[in-house]
C-alpha cells in the first residue's frame, strides 16, 4: 500500500482478488498460453509403476474445476482442458480425455485394486513456498485418500522440493511417490518442448521418468512427420496414447494475471515478461 511496487508478475489467487478491488490497478492476462497445471506421479516405485494406478488417479482427480478453483480462484483465469498440449493452439488435441470427463471414484478404486497396491505409504510432497502447488496438493490429497491411497504429505521449502523431486530412491531412503507442479504453456504447448510427456526408458526423461518406448515411437513419428496434414493426424494417435499412460495427470490449464500500477504504461502481451516499451507517467 505504500506505492513500493509498481509491476507483479502472476500475483497468487487471493492478492489478485484484493488487486481487483483497487482502481489504482490494472489486473491483466499478459501471457496467453498461460499455464498448464499437472499431477506427477514417480513411474520408478509402485504402485505409479503400473499404468493402471495412474489411470485410477486421471479418474480421481477428473474433475478439474476443484483443482483450478483452489489454486487460481476467479474463473475469469482459468479453464478446464483435457490435453497435454494447452487447449486453444495448434496441438491443443483432447484425443483420448473422454473417459476421464468425469470423476468415477468407483473405477479409481477398481484400477488402484488392478495395479496390485494393498495400502502401502504413499509420500506426497508438497510446498507452502508456491502456492498454486500448495493449493494444487491440498486437492489432491483428499482425493487420493478417497479412493484407498495411504498417503503421506512432507511439506518441505521450495528447495528441499526441487532436491527431493530428483530422487529415484525407494521410499524408505528418502524417495517420493507424488507431486503437483505447474508449466508455461510456452513449454508444453509442442511436444519437442513439453517436460511431461517424454516417456523414453533410459530414465533421462523429466522427474518422475515414466516409460513406455510405443508411446515414445509416437512422439518421434509426430516430430518427423513431413507436413501440417500428417502432423495433425500424427498428434491425435500420439495424444491417445499419452492419455491411456497417464505420464502426469492434467489438473486445468490457467491464464493468470498479471498486475501493475495505472501509472505504468506500454506491457506488452507475449510469452515471457519483458520490459521493452515500458514506461512510468
Not at 470427463?101 to 488392478?114: F, S
Not at 507431486?179 to 522427474?207: A, E, I, S
Amino acid at each position: 500500500g505504500r506505492g513500493e511496487v509498481d509491476y507483479w508478475n502472476n500475483p497468487p489467487a487471493d492478492f489478485v482478488k484484493i488487486l481487483s478491488a483497487n482502481p489504482e490497478i490494472t489486473l491483466q492476462i499478459l501471457h496467453p498460453l498461460g499455464w498448464i497445471n499437472i499431477g506427477r506421479t514417480n513411474a520408478l516405485l509402485p504402485p505409479f509403476n503400473n499404468v493402471k494406478a495412474r489411470q485410477a488417479l486421471a479418474y480421481a482427480f477428473a474433475d478439474q474445476t476443484e483443482f483450478m478453483q483452489a489454486a487460481y480462484g476467479d474463473q475469469r483465469w482459468w479453464r478446464t482442458c483435457g490435453s497435454y498440449f494447452v487447449c486453444g493452439t495448434a496441438y491443443g488435441t483432447e484425443a483420448g480425455s473422454e473417459p476421464y470427463a468425469k470423476r468415477d471414484i468407483a473405477k479409481a478404486k477398481q484400477l488402484l485394486a488392478e495395479s496390485g497396491y494393498k495400502g502401502e505409504k504413499i509420500v506426497v510432497v508438497n510446498t507452502k513456498e508456491i502456492p498454486v502447488i500448495y493449493a494444487l496438493t491440498s486437492v489432491a490429497i483428499p482425493r487420493m485418500r478417497e479412493i484407498g491411497l495411504n498417503v503421506e504429505e512432507q511439506v518441505v521449502d521450495w528447495s528441499g522440493f526441487i532436491g527431493r523431486i530428483q530422487k529415484k530412491d525407494p521410499i524408505d531412503q528418502g524417495g517420493w511417490n507424488f507431486f503437483t507442479t505447474n508449466g508455461t504453456g510456452m513449454t508444453f504447448h509442442h511436444p519437442l518442448t513439453n517436460l511431461g510427456t517424454p516417456m523414453q526408458c533410459d530414465g533421462k526423461n523429466w522427474f518422475g521418468w515414466p516409460c513406455d518406448e510405443a508411446t515414445e515411437a509416437l512422439r518421434t513419428r509426430f516430430l518427423n512427420a513431413p507436413d501440417d496434414a500428417s502432423r495433425k493426424a500424427a498428434i491425435e494417435v500420439y495424444h491417445r496414447a499419452l492419455m491411456e499412460q497417464q505420464p502426469a495427470v492434467n489438473l486445468g490449464q490457467a491464464a493468470s494475471p498479471e498486475a501493475w500500477r495505472k501509472n505504468v504504461v506500454g506491457m506488452v502481451s507475449t510469452h515471457l515478461p519483458v520490459f521493452w516499451n515500458v514506461t512510468k507517467n
